[in-house]
């Protein structure tokens, strides 16, 4: 170590990452009277949720997400976005499927189509699964050993199963573990139908739908809630980056001090406890509580260091799958492109099941797809009749893309983007002489803009075998780290995501460990 | 007369049913529809002179217990346990394996110092799995879903089986219960063929490929097994895996037993709900107190049962059950040992399992035409020469080759096999061995090829499924065949299933029928007699 570590700030936590879980969690911390400070690398705050440099001069960039879908009740609640600037432009989108049969649209369990009705049966029994799941994602996940369990309520969430009945219980036990295409094709017969449900099962996932333990990432999914409304999508005014504000503005009236370009180059240990940390800048700060929302691997393997941890943990965190599989295309437009379709409608491009399976097939093997499929946001549709004209924007989260490519990673942006607009010309006859810029970011750009291990935006992929107590490893599940006094958060802790619910577990952890 | 029971089938799990209840003093009567019993575990000539295993082909699983229980070696049964195999590399190396652990790891030393370190850890790893395991294989699932004491009881039980178990150790089951091989083994080894040979067991039958989650436990399935105590090992039957039901069938008419076959069954004869006998297609009648069907759930159920006999809802449950076939067969009768230059002249490696697919990747390739309806191109082939240590089963000097091929899908782009299809499907598969070995199909006598279709049209596996049924989560254990059903019983009084598609599945086990026998005597309210470990089902 070069010298004794002299700090020139102190404060009692720093979190490192103002994405939605680093501010739900520094705001939590900070409203139960610590003095946080949250160090963000990046000059804007938001993590997946900032706002990116422009595509083209005019032509602001959407985040990298694009739609919400879950913001965690008690984070909405305590933070009071609303009031912190927080709208909705749309706060239930409807899904549109294109389909060269003729599009169809579906919101919650209403569906078009001669399916309408096996679609409402089939998603008010999932909804009722995600209902009884839904408690889960509020509290540390469970211990397997005897002792540390809230027992209270994990005894309320287990009756909250059982109290489904014995038919809906066991429906559930078969379900749990099942893969998305075998229920689309046992439930539905409308390929269309079964293209929504297979699309958002495997939606940010490493997986095709014929995958087992698929379909509950399809719960996960419906457990979320916006503004009250269950299983909803939400876009606010001003995109992901309005959220992102607001709920910074609500972090910083709580008390917490945000420091934006600020990036960490180590973690400070002494004696096995957190000292504070460096920032990139030689800036110290010294803290004896340190929570990181950057994810497991960067924090520990990189921001701690091998040095500081045991050979198991060191070898299991390399290990930890991670394995992005969508890419983000953005295109600058002159015009609104016209997909046949109200464009005020998250728009998804998969024919069926089979398009979102064949998609991930050459993934595996590190190779582009032909045909990928893609979930599109035109934000100006919203917009529209304003003055002055919002620029057209066309926002899509395109699976699947492989994350380490063995073509090069130039070669394969270069086919995937050309793929993506070949697939888009199809869809939409003519957006091709719209385009002013197109901009793709691979999995690997992900990884590179915004510091996901393999650009998987969970920080490490929310499968099953990393669910839970497995999250981000057995070890780790529980937000604290064998170092005392670094602590995790983040999508690559339970429940994952950018709802904030990781964030505001770690803080109730924090708080009830009295660190 | 009044039979105590009608067995459906004289496969490996109907006819162990059929003896543990005729030791227990039952009057039972096994029916068969083909002319020859055995169901998947046969031994038949189709070229004279020549035995071949047509189905499956070798044998581990069979439990220990049921062995003992039954006296099988007395009526004839003798697994010779096989020395290995290798996988031969397209670059012309190979990898070898042999029964002895160390020898292994030697031969993993040539490949990767690192992965034969790792060997070691992994085998502990696996094997920890299986000890878990193997005491669930002779009970009953437990219903979670049930308040009744039995259940509740059960349930206890494999709580406290667990609580042995520490917190990591649990941690790590559910990982390996619910991973794909591929991500698994990447957590020990490096080298792609090393990776390869150890996925086999993951894919062997299932409608899964080595990237798939849940095809880690596929793995398990194959390796709980043992041949005398050596867990994790296989062997041959002696005279082809027929002699396993050839001892049965004798076991079970050593006990008063009778065997009708050529006697396909028309329709379950139902009265008030309650089975009571069997109409066979010739329209003679069984008359029997209880049915008990060795065919799978929706063979059974959508075939042989008035539909208006089964509540709506089990219905549906009964036929989306997954039962899609992934594997064909090659069965080659051969005028010489082949040879393989990539191998050393007289390897023992013939003497076992020999492998040619030698990365996951392609294993994934092949599964990825099988999705899109198409066998293989490049299968993969688990080629056995069981004449290398059996010499019983052809004339001498000559040799009898089973190739167990993944994948072939039930169904060619939608459309049902043609003999067209399967010729070129064998000729895939034949054309795959001559590269590594030239001069393969001068060798050949005879050959027959097996796809999905031939499976069910000749065995009665339905869409040619191995396993009556797929191994995956939602369809194991409790949810094994239907949830709510998985103790053997179906909602007809009286009648029973004791298959391949009931807990703990395929493979030529043994356990499903053992199980239904316990659970049908129980029911009966008859003492279990020469049923090891029969608390754990009464």
């Given at each position: ?47 997946g ?15 990298l997400a ?113 893969n998305a ?17 297979c699309f958002d099962a495997t939606l940010g996932a490493w997986a095709g739908p014929r995958s087992?333990n698929t379909?509950?990432l ?102 930890q799958k991670s394995r992005g599989g969508a890419a983000k295309l ?20 998969a024919?069926?099941?089979?398009a979102v399976e064949t998609a991930f097939n050459p993934v595996k093997y590190g190779e582009v797809p032909d045909a990928p499929v893609m979930e ?20 899509a989260i395109v699976q699947f893309a492989p994350h380490a490519p063995r073509?090069?990673e130039?070669?394969a942006r270069?086919a995937m983007?050309?793929a993506c ?19 793709l970011l691979m999995p690997y750009d992900i990884e590179?803009?915004f510091?996901m291990a393999g650009g998987n935006w969970h920080h490490g992929e929310l499968s099953?075998?990393q ?24 999508a690559?802790?339970?429940?994952g ?19 | ?179 794909s091989?591929s991500d ?27 990237m798939s989650p ?150 994934e ?174």
């Amino acid at each position: 170590m070069p010298g004794p570590f002299s700090s020139t700030g102190t404060t009692d936590v720093v979190v490192i990452g103002a994405g939605p879980n680093g501010l739900a969690c520094a705001a939590r911390l900070a409203q139960k009277g610590r003095r946080v400070t949250l160090l963000e690398a990046e000059p804007e705050p938001g993590g997946g949720a900032r706002a990116l440099p422009d595509i083209a001069p005019g032509w602001p960039s959407p985040a990298l997400a694009h739609l919400v879908r879950h913001i965690d009740p008690r984070v909405e609640a305590a933070m009071d976005l609303s009031r912190h600037g927080l709208d909705w432009m749309a706060a239930d989108l409807p899904t549109t499927v294109l389909s060269p049969q003729g599009h169809l649209t579906l919101r919650g369990d209403q569906a078009e189509g001669a399916d309408a009705a096996a679609w409402a049966a089939l998603h008010r029994r999932l909804m009722s699964f995600a209902a009884a799941l839904e408690p889960f994602r509020q509290m540390p996940p469970p211990r397997l050993a005897a002792s540390g369990n809230a027992w209270g309520q994990l005894a309320r969430n287990a009756l909250g199963l059982r109290k489904l009945g014995a038919t809906e219980f066991r429906e559930f036990l078969r379900l749990i573990l099942i893969n998305a295409h075998d229920v689309a094709q046992d439930e539905l017969t409308d390929p269309r139908l079964r293209a929504a449900l297979c699309f958002d099962a495997t939606l940010g996932a490493w997986a095709g739908p014929r995958s087992p333990n698929t379909l509950i990432l399809y719960l996960d999914r419906l457990a979320g809630q916006i503004a009250g409304g269950k299983a909803a999508l939400g876009l606010p005014r001003d995109g992901l980056p309005g959220l992102a504000r607001a709920m910074a503005r609500a972090a910083q009236a709580s008390g917490v001090t945000l420091r934006t370009n600020a990036r960490v180059a180590r973690i400070e240990i002494a004696n096995d406890r957190v000292a504070g940390l460096v920032l990139t800048d030689g800036t110290a700060i010294s803290a004896p509580l340190v929570v990181s929302a950057i994810g497991p691997k960067p924090t520990l393997l990189n921001l701690v260091g091998p040095r500081h941890l045991d050979a198991g943990m060191t070898t299991r965190l390399r290990h930890q799958k991670s394995r992005g599989g969508a890419a983000k295309l953005h295109l600058a437009l002159s015009d609104l492109p016209d997909f046949g379709t109200d464009p005020k409608a998250r728009l998804i491009l998969a024919e069926d099941e089979h398009a979102v399976e064949t998609a991930f097939n050459p993934v595996k093997y590190g190779e582009v797809p032909d045909a990928p499929v893609m979930e599109i946001v035109l934000p100006s549709a919203f917009t529209g009749g304003q003055a002055p004209a919002a620029p057209h924007v066309l926002s899509a989260i395109v699976q699947f893309a492989p994350h380490a490519p063995r073509a090069g990673e130039d070669t394969a942006r270069a086919a995937m983007l050309a793929a993506c607009l070949a697939r888009l010309e199809r869809a939409a006859p003519g957006i091709g002489k719209l385009i002013v810029k197109a901009d793709l970011l691979m999995p690997y750009d992900i990884e590179r803009k915004f510091g996901m291990a393999g650009g998987n935006w969970h920080h490490g992929e929310l499968s099953v075998e990393q669910m839970l107590f497995l999250r981000p490893l057995p070890q780790l599940s529980r937000y604290a780290t064998p170092v005392s006094g670094l602590w995790l958060t983040g999508a690559g802790t339970h429940p994952g995501g950018m709802s904030g619910a990781a964030g505001w577990n770690a803080a109730e952890a924090i708080l009830e460990a009295g660190a | 007369m009044i039979w105590d029971a009608v067995i459906l089938g004289a496969g490996h799990n109907g006819l162990v049913t059929a003896c543990y209840l005729a030791r227990a003093g039952m009057k039972v009567c096994v029916v068969e529809k083909n002319d020859w019993i055995g169901g998947a575990a046969v031994s038949r000539e189709l070229t004279p002179g020549f035995t071949y295993s047509n189905c499956s082909y070798v044998s581990s699983l069979f439990r220990p217990e049921i062995m003992r229980d039954l006296e099988l070696p007395r009526h004839g049964l003798q697994i010779l346990p096989y020395e290995g195999g290798a996988v031969l590399k397209e670059d012309g190396g190979f990898l070898a394996m042999y029964r002895d652990h160390d020898a292994n790891r030697r031969e993993f030393a040539r490949h990767s110092p690192r992965d034969a370190e790792a060997y070691d850890i992994y085998s502990r790893d696996v094997q920890r799995h299986c000890r878990f395991i193997r005491p669930l294989l002779l009970r009953t699932p437990a219903d979670p879903a049930s308040f009744r004491p039995r259940d509740i009881g059960e349930l206890i039980w494999i709580g406290k089986h667990m609580s042995g178990l520490s917190e990591q150790q649990i941690a790590e089951m559910v990982r390996f219960w619910t991973m794909s091989i591929s991500d698994y083994l990447d957590h020990y080894f490096e080298n792609p063929v090393i990776k390869a040979y150890l996925a086999v067991s993951a894919i062997i039958g299932t409608a899964l490929g080595p990237m798939s989650p849940g095809s880690a436990y596929v793995l398990l399935h194959h390796y709980m097994g043992d041949v005398d105590g050596n867990v994790g090992a296989w062997g041959f039957a002696r005279g082809g895996m027929g002699a396993i039901t050839r001892a049965l069938a004798a076991s079970f008419t050593a006990t008063g037993g009778e065997i009708r076959t050529g006697s396909p069954v028309g329709k379950v004869l139902v009265k008030n709900g309650r089975a009571v006998g069997v109409a066979l297609a010739n329209g003679d009648e069984i008359r029997a107190k209880r049915v008990i069907s060795n065919m799978d759930v929706k063979r059974t159920m959508l075939r042989h049962v008035e539909e208006a006999e089964l509540p709506q809802d089990y219905v549906s449950s009964v036929r989306r059950f997954k039962t899609r076939g992934s594997s064909g067969k090659l069965n080659i009768a051969l005028d010489a040992l082949p040879r393989f230059p990539a191998l050393p002249e007289g390897a023992p490696h013939l003497r076992g399992d020999l492998h040619f697919t030698d990365s996951i990747e392609r294993m994934e390739r092949a599964y990825d035409d099988w999705k899109s309806g198409h066998f293989s191109r490049d299968p993969f082939q688990d080629v056995m020469i069981p004449t290398t240590i059996d010499p019983t089963m052809t004339p001498p000097g000559k040799h009898f080759m089973s190739c167990f091929v993944q994948y072939a899908p039930p169904k060619i782009e939608g459309r049902d096999w043609t003999d067209a299809d399967r010729d070129a499907f064998g000729r895939t598969c034949l054309d795959q061995i001559e590269r590594y070995s030239p001069g393969f199909k001068d060798l050949v006598l005879h050959v027959e090829v097996r796809t999905p279709r031939e499976l069910e049209a000749e065995v009665g596996l339905t869409d040619g499924n191995i396993f009556q049924g797929e191994l995956t989560f939602d369809q194991l254990l409790f949810n094994r065949p239907v949830p709510g059903y998985a103790n053997y019983r179906t909602p007809v009084r009286d009648l029973w299933i004791c298959g391949s598609s009931t807990h703990p599945g395929g493979g030529v086990m043994g356990a499903p029928g053992r199980n239904a026998a316990a659970e049908i005597l129980r029911d009966a309210k008859r003492p279990a007699r020469d049923m090891s470990d029969a608390w754990a089902v009464l």
